[in-house]
């Protein structure tokens, strides 16, 4: 057989919670159903995602996760970005929801996460071989995205990334970066901005 499609189907607590969310990051209802079984299904060009809605649901328990693979993860992500932006007037980066800022995670992919209302994390990568990290800076960053922004691990990817940049070199070409990753993990973790006082 050729042709065939898989969608995957993902639990939340409302799929009015959903489909807000998902028409900000461009996609459109194509299905929508409240009885006898709460059930959405959004579409983005060939990204298709469907909801179903599960009383007592908690989203920040939630194990439920997919993989869209796509040929350019930088667009995706800068639509998605300009969608959180004209929403909310900024990234979300901490809580539920939020989204990650696009990374190398191993020596293969670069990717980033959409981590849903419903807490699914929705991991958008590409196919093919990417460039392997080059300085020790890069390497504690690609190990700092996968425990922070696969295995959701915010504090262990902190202290890989406080620990290299301790020991990185002042002109690293990394270090920008290591810098602006190590204040979004700070503010993942406080729940606020950098700079805003506690609540």
Excluded at 104 to 117: C, E, Q, S
Aim: glycine share 8%; hydrophobic share 40%; charged share 25%.
């Amino acid at each position: 057989m050729a042709n065939e499609q898989t969608i995957p189907l993902l639990p939340c607590h409302s799929i009015d919670e959903i489909v807000p969310f998902y028409e900000m990051l461009g996609f459109e209802v194509t299905y929508r159903q409240t009885r006898p079984n709460p059930h959405v299904a959004l579409r983005r060009e060939d990204i298709n995602l469907h909801f179903f809605g599960m009383d007592g649901y908690d989203p920040a328990q939630s194990y439920s996760t997919c993989l869209v693979v796509v040929p350019d993860i930088n667009e995706l992500f800068e639509a998605f970005a300009a969608g959180m932006r004209a929403v909310h007037g900024k990234i979300l980066v901490s809580g539920i929801p939020r989204m990650t800022r696009p990374r190398l995670r191993n020596d293969r992919y670069t990717g980033f996460v959409v981590i849903d209302p419903g807490g699914n994390w929705i991991r958008i990568t590409k196919p093919g071989k990417e460039p392997e990290a080059r300085t020790k800076l890069a390497l504690a960053m690609e190990n700092a995205a996968r425990q922070a922004d696969a295995r959701g691990d915010e504090r262990q990817a902190l202290k890989i990334l406080e620990g290299a940049l301790k020991r990185a070199d002042a002109a690293d070409p990394e270090r920008a970066a290591a810098e602006q990753f190590r204040a979004e993990l700070l503010e993942r973790i406080s729940g606020r901005a950098p700079g805003e006082p506690p609540a």
